[in-house]
T-cell receptor, first 113, second 114 residues
Framework: AQSVTQLGSHVSVSEGALVLLRCNYSSSVPPYLFWYVQYPNQGLQLLLK??????LVKGINGFEAEFKKSETSFHLTKPSAHMSDAAEYFC???????????FGQGTRLTINP | GAGVSQTPSNKVTEKGKYVELRCDPISGHTALYWYRQSLGQGPEFLIYFQGTGAADDSGLPNDRFFAVRPEGSVSTLKIQRTERGDSAVYLC????????????FGPGTRLTVL
């Protein structure tokens, strides 16, 4: 069975600093990989996804993630944090051809002024 | 265009009661998914519909949980004999035939079982 591990349930950075949210997955074959963001009292919004092709994926709001097969990782980064980035972030995987998403526990990102 | 909508947004019920949660997917989306998100956890898959049929119901925790999608659009998640452990946010998502790997989520229904 697939699983996702997000290191750090809470991450706090200063405004303007680098954001790094870690995600590792377990899978026998390269899966599809996703990052979702959840703002308070709102639904999950897709930030970016990797399915095939270029391993560095750019998403909305200046976020990007790199698929590293050798490390089974898909870490999310943003060069400069904004106050509006404060939210819960979820990494998810799915089998190629399967539809259900398996989510990590989530990382709550706090931005300090 | 309109996104995925879910009703009610909040539902409070008593232990042992029956509840129905409704999901309206994005118009034209053929696939529909239900997930459950407990406090402090990531969403957990419950069931997935392709059209009217349940393609994968492996996430339903027990036979108290049932979902239908009779016309291939709106779906209803039904929970019988609710238990306090059923309290969670129930999320619905849909995806199109052209982009099956991208799921669009609704705002969820917060279920509280007293």
């Amino acid at each position: 069975a697939q699983s996702v591990t997000q290191l750090g349930s809470h991450v706090s950075v200063s405004e303007g600093a680098l954001v790094l949210l870690r995600c590792n997955y377990s899978s026998s074959v390269p899966p599809y990989l996703f990052w979702y963001v959840q703002y308070p009292n709102q639904g999950l919004q897709l930030l970016l996804k990797y399915t095939t092709g270029a391993t560095l994926v750019k998403g909305i709001n200046g976020f990007e993630a790199e698929f590293k097969k050798s490390e089974t990782s898909f870490h999310l980064t943003k060069p400069s944090a904004h106050m509006s980035d404060a939210a819960e972030y979820f990494c998810a995987v799915s089998d190629r051809g399967a539809q259900k998403l398996v989510f990590g526990q989530g990382t709550r990102l706090t931005i300090n002024p | 265009g309109a996104g995925v909508s879910q009703t009610p947004s909040n539902k409070v019920t008593e232990k042992g009661k029956y509840v129905e949660l409704r999901c309206d997917p994005i118009s034209g989306h053929t696939a529909l998914y239900w997930y459950r998100q407990s406090l402090g956890q990531g969403p957990e898959f419950l069931i997935y519909f392709q059209g009217t049929g349940a393609a994968d119901d492996s996430g339903l925790p027990n036979d108290r949980f049932f979902a239908v999608r009779p016309e291939g659009s709106v779906s209803t998640l039904k929970i019988q004999r609710t238990e306090r452990g059923d309290s969670a946010v129930y999320l619905c998502a849909s995806s199109s035939r052209q982009s099956t790997d991208t799921q669009y989520f609704g705002p969820g229904t917060r279920l509280t079982v007293l």
